[in-house]
């Protein structure tokens, strides 16, 4: 099993989604990523979707109450699983992941989902343009570091995307008020 070593408790509360922030347009955000991601998911209701890297809410069981989501997280109170290797999910979401992960992590997951057999990945990555950086330090200044960037990001959504292009044909693509952009993949 991939042991991911970038979220621990001590840190948790920067990872974290404000879902509900007390600024309205953080918690508008955060509710159209999400909006974003159920919509493109598609996947049949007798299929099983994999939310890699949930966090402590579990959101998309809230935006697909129709679906099987099985929820996964490096920290097991969040889980619904703890071994995600043992699921064929259908599809496979990550929402605000994959910038967490040094390049070997990620293609070592990346790796472990072509295994499971899923059909389709859905990435959901910050684009760390001006903008976010502006509403990054309005939503948790806490977590930033230098530049602005949040302090947990490792690869920028130009490296996800060349590494997940290696592996998985890109089919739609969707912008979430400039800060977000969403990806399905599939298995080439």
Not at 139 to 144: A, D, F, M, N, T
Not at 170 to 176: G, I, P, S, T, Y
Request: proline content about 4%; hydrophobic content about 40%.
């Amino acid at each position: 099993m991939i042991k991911l070593g970038f979220r621990s408790k001590s840190n948790l509360e920067c990872l974290q989604p404000q879902y509900d922030h007390f600024f309205p347009p953080v918690r508008f955000y955060w509710h159209n990523v999400m909006k974003g991601i159920a919509v493109m998911t598609e996947t049949p209701l007798d299929e099983t979707i994999l939310d890699f890297g949930c966090g402590s809410e579990k959101r998309l069981k809230k935006y697909l109450p129709q679906h099987n989501v099985i929820c996964y997280d490096i920290i097991k109170e969040f889980s619904d699983v703890y071994d995600y290797y043992t699921l064929n999910p259908h599809t496979i979401v990550c929402s605000h992941v994959f910038e967490h992960l040094h390049i070997k992590e990620l293609i070592d997951t990346l790796d472990s989902f072509r295994n499971l057999g899923a059909k389709f990945i859905i990435s959901a990555q910050p684009t760390e343009n001006l903008l976010s950086q502006l509403c990054n330090l309005i939503g948790r200044p806490q977590c930033l570091g230098k530049g602005l960037r949040v302090k947990d990001h490792i690869l920028t959504i130009e490296r996800v995307h060349k590494a997940l292009s290696n592996l998985f044909e890109l089919k739609a693509r969707k912008e979430v008020l400039t800060l977000t952009i969403i990806s399905k993949w599939a298995i080439k």
